[in-house]
């Protein structure tokens, strides 16, 4: 029964990781380069409006940065319900 107590909490965590994560995704995509744009593109960046630039290049550093940030989280994860990889 605490094997399945365990199971349970460890899905409970890695879906709440990926749950932050897609919100970051989504606004960063859809609201920084569609939603959010008229108003970003008042501030320039590198010569271009910010919501252009998040648009074309911004988002791309973000979603590398979530890819590095859920290996990190999820060995973290991993270690504490000691399911980690040697």
Do not use: C
């Not at 606004?27 to 409006?49: C, D, K, R, T």
């Not at 910010?50 to 990190?72: C, D, E, P, R, T």
């Amino acid at each position: 029964m605490k094997e399945d107590n365990d199971s349970q909490a460890y899905w409970r965590a890695t879906l709440r990781l990926l749950t932050g994560i897609l919100i970051v995704w989504f606004a960063v995509s859809f609201g920084a380069g569609i939603l959010f744009a008229p108003w970003l593109n008042q501030i320039h960046l590198g010569g271009y409006p910010l919501g252009f630039w998040f648009a074309h290049q911004g988002s791309i550093y973000v979603f590398i940065a979530l890819i590095f940030y859920y290996a990190k989280k999820m060995n973290e994860i991993d270690k504490r319900f000691n399911v980690e990889e040697q």
